[in-house]
């Protein structure tokens, strides 16, 4: 049980391709946070400086308040559940479980009782004897988290652990994951590029975007107020609309017209976030900031509900209904004054409130 | 397995005939010939030959000096494969290891392949040669004096390393193509796992590596017993006292130089036997041992 701090941390290769620049973070003992981000944004890399199997170039990481920088992985006291498991082929269930123990040479007894109590919690008590060949992708799965658990060590480490398993059994694992880690509580980081897979799961959330950290959060409070326009855009599916708009003399315009006043804001472009969910047809809104109406293009039917993609004034939104909508309609569309995002449209970061 | 259908039930023999021909003409017919001649005794002008039965075999394996090249084929064999394996598999680790002139020296440790096997044996009988040899030279320094010529112990020696040499280069590539298909993510685990490098090689890298492995063992068994006549004969030639004359080589001595045809075709086919066995075991195991 550790705190992780990482503190400013840098990566750059031998090439000289930076691929983490400066991020510090720290996650409390027992947490379970998420890095997330699009592919390149160098979250494995820095999972992977965590775990010790990169070097870092400059700033530090510490495990329980150790600066790890210069240890082994194996003397870092951490467990790490990768993509494709890395199990060991030529080996049963069982010695892939006791590995990790035998080379720091547990005692024999202590090793049975820890697998079968690892197996025991996993439900993988009937495979101990089986090769890794003979199981289907969620059996790996569960022993690569047995092979992290019989360990006991400060800290977990999952590097993308359900990307290759069909999406049913993706959600059931999250769901397993999770309640695992907070019986143990062990502090985690989870690294995934699916955002609905990070605000599910997440205690923290950290959004990285090309080697720098955007935002971090609880999920709910990131997805309420995302800090730029990238997590306005990569949390949430589907995406928030954004929009171009101006400010003129305090007051915010929309394809001029006023949709808000707004103090203190410099004259110029603005962009103005709306979530597809927050935009309600007609103008049953309380308080309707903006209302417009949508030329549909097309509708993805969900079932539950449906998406409908249209244009306003040149600009493309999407909007999540409940109603039929058909296609070629024109929609009347109002949201409240709350559900509105004002980003800076050259930093792209959150204005105001 | 995809499966195709022909409308002409003749068109796929007719397709298959050019192979079965070379077949045929260049494997089955000598094989042949090979196992009737072992029958036959023939004197050595070929004017008269008469059928003996199994005489031919008899004589062979009552013969002290066949008995002897039986046994230096299989010293020489397994000393060949284990020296041309370790040599390829401490080189391939090497290169694995390298990050960025892997390439390079991947084509000068494959070049050897490239060298004729007669030329290979000059080189190193070059190298080695009593008078002139700077290899000799060195070993003279050592205070150990080298002589293929009349030392039994050096002419294998020689033999071993010359034909061990050129094969390391193929050992070489199939190593560097295993380690490169065993995933990192193996080795990352293992080193989270605790296990220093020496441990996870001997308990991860090798294990992965045992199809890979026991291809090349037959493959330079094979190599060792019927492939290395060139450099056997460019450099010993046999000697001294036979203690190099490994069983192609007699072939060779007792059927083209000692015309005993009968004899020689015999070996023949024993040889033929020992590689037909090695080939059933190599696709035995190497389908069922596959680690994983």
């Known amino acids: ?353 | 397995m995809k499966r195709t259908i022909f409308g002409n039930r003749l068109l796929p023999w007719f397709l298959l005939a050019p192979q079965l021909a070379v077949t045929a003409v260049f494997f089955l017919w000598p094989a042949g010939q090979a196992v009737w001649q072992s029958f036959l005794r023939q004197d050595a002008f070929g004017f008269s030959t008469t059928f003996v039965g199994f005489a031919n075999y008899g004589a062979l394996f009552a013969d002290p000096f066949y008995r002897n090249a039986l046994q230096v084929t299989a010293v020489f064999a397994v000393t060949v494969a284990a020296l041309a394996l370790g040599v390829a598999l401490i080189l391939a680790v090497a290169v694995d290891r390298m990050i960025r002139a892997a390439p390079a020296y991947t084509t000068l440790i494959v070049w050897p392949y490239a060298v004729a096997p007669a030329i290979a044996g000059i080189l190193w009988w070059f190298m080695f040669n009593p008078t002139i040899g700077i290899l000799a030279y060195g070993l003279k320094q050592w205070g150990y004096r080298w002589d293929h010529l009349l030392d039994a112990g050096d002419a294998m020696m020689l033999v071993v390393i010359a034909a061990a040499w050129k094969q390391v280069s193929y050992n070489f590539l199939f190593f560097v193509a295993g380690l490169q298909s065993i995933p990192a993510s193996m080795r990352e685990a293992a080193a989270i796992d605790g296990a220093g490098p020496v441990k996870r090689f001997f308990t991860i890298t090798l294990p992965l590596l045992t199809p890979t492995t026991f291809f090349l063992l037959v493959v330079n068994v094979v190599y060792a017993m019927f492939d290395t006549f060139p450099v056997i004969d460019a450099t010993t030639e046999g000697g001294p006292v036979q203690a190099t004359t490994v069983l192609v080589y007699k072939v060779y001595m007792d059927g083209f130089v000692g015309l005993n045809l009968g004899s020689s075709a015999a070996q023949s086919v024993v040889l033929m036997g020992i590689v037909i066995f090695l080939t059933v075991m190599q696709f035995r195991y190497v389908e069922r041992r596959v680690n994983y």
Do not use: W
């Open chain 1, 1 to 353: 049980m550790a705190a992780i701090e990482i503190d400013s941390v840098v990566k750059t290769y031998a090439g000289g391709v930076t691929a983490v620049r400066g991020v510090s973070v720290t996650i409390p003992d027992g947490a379970f946070a998420v890095l997330v981000g699009p592919s390149g944004c160098g979250k494995s890399t820095i999972l992977r400086m965590v775990a010790g199997l990169e070097a870092i170039t400059a700033g530090e990481v510490r495990i329980g308040g150790r600066r790890v920088n210069e240890l082994d992985p194996a003397d870092r006291d951490i467990a790490m559940v990768f993509q494709n498991y890395a199990l060991y082929p030529h080996m049963s269930v069982r010695d892939n479980l006791s590995y990790g123990l035998r080379n720091r040479r547990v005692a024999r007894d202590e090793i049975a009782r820890r697998v079968a109590a690892a197996a025991d919690t996993l439900q993988i008590g009937a495979l101990l004897d089986r090769k890794p060949r003979a199981l289907s992708g969620g059996q790996r799965q569960r022993v690569a988290m047995g092979r992290a658990i019989v360990r006991e060590p400060a800290a977990f480490l999952f590097d993308e652990p359900l990307s290759n398993l069909d999406a049913k059994l993706r959600v059931q694992m999250r769901a397993e994951i999770r309640q695992l880690q907070r019986r143990l509580g062990t502090t985690s980081i989870y690294v995934t590029h699916d955002q609905q897979e990070a605000m599910t799961m997440a205690d923290t959330l950290i959004v990285l975007n090309g080697g720098r950290i955007e935002q971090v959060g609880a999920p709910l409070g990131v997805y309420r107020h995302p800090a730029t326009t990238f997590v306005a855009a990569f949390i949430g599916s589907p995406p928030m609309n954004l929009l171009s708009a101006r400010v003129e003399g305090g007051r915010v315009l929309l394809e001029g017209a006023e949709i808000l006043a707004v103090a203190g804001l410099a004259d110029g472009p603005v962009t103005v976030g709306i979530r597809p969910e927050d935009l309600a047809p007609g103008a049953s809104a309380p308080d309707p900031a903006v209302a417009f109406e949508l030329a549909v293009d097309y509708v993805e039917e969900l079932g539950n509900g449906r998406l409908v993609h249209g244009r306003h004034a040149g600009q493309e939104m999407t909007v999540a209904v409940a109603a039929d909508v058909a296609l070629g309609d024109r929609l009347a569309l109002a949201a409240g004054r709350d559900r509105l995002h004002l980003f800076d449209s050259a930093s792209g970061r959150r204005l105001a409130a």
